[in-house]
């Protein structure tokens, strides 16, 4: 059974600096792209960076030069580090992960249960 737990969420004030973390466990044979989403109360889940296996990333314009994304392959981990962050990026952060496991060998998405983030103005 695949798992991504999430940790690092909570409430910052505008302008300052939150690090999220999703950890995939399991039978995992290998991961290809990983990367994170976000959900405001009534939207939809937008992408907000994405990284592959090689480390190539893209980025939403929207957090572009404030956002970065990283992994550990090692650890099958990535990284959000989030700076300057405003009110408007108040959501719930969810972790993707694009993965092969031992009880599902065909590529799928796998997705973490979900991180709030809320900015104060």
């Known amino acids: 059974q695949v798992q991504l737990v999430e940790s690092g969420g909570g409430l910052v004030q505008a302008g300052g600096s939150l690090r999220l973390s999703c950890a995939a466990s399991?039978?995992?044979?290998?991961?290809?792209?990983m990367g994170w989403y976000r959900q405001a109360p009534g939207n939809q889940r937008d992408l907000v960076a994405v990284?592959?296996?090689?480390?190539?990333?893209n980025y939403a314009d929207s957090v572009k030069g404030r956002f970065t994304i990283s992994r550990d392959n090692a650890k099958n981990t990535v990284y959000l580090q989030m700076n300057s962050l405003k009110p408007e990026d108040t959501a719930v952060y969810y972790c993707?992960?694009?993965?092969?496991?031992?009880?599902?060998?065909?590529?799928?998405?796998?997705w973490g249960q979900g991180t709030q983030v809320t900015v104060s103005s």
């Open positions: 990284i592959s296996s090689g480390g190539s990333t």
């Open positions: 399991g039978s995992i044979l290998r991961i290809n792209d």
């Open positions: 993707n992960a694009v993965l092969s496991s031992a009880y599902a060998p065909a590529f799928r998405g796998y």
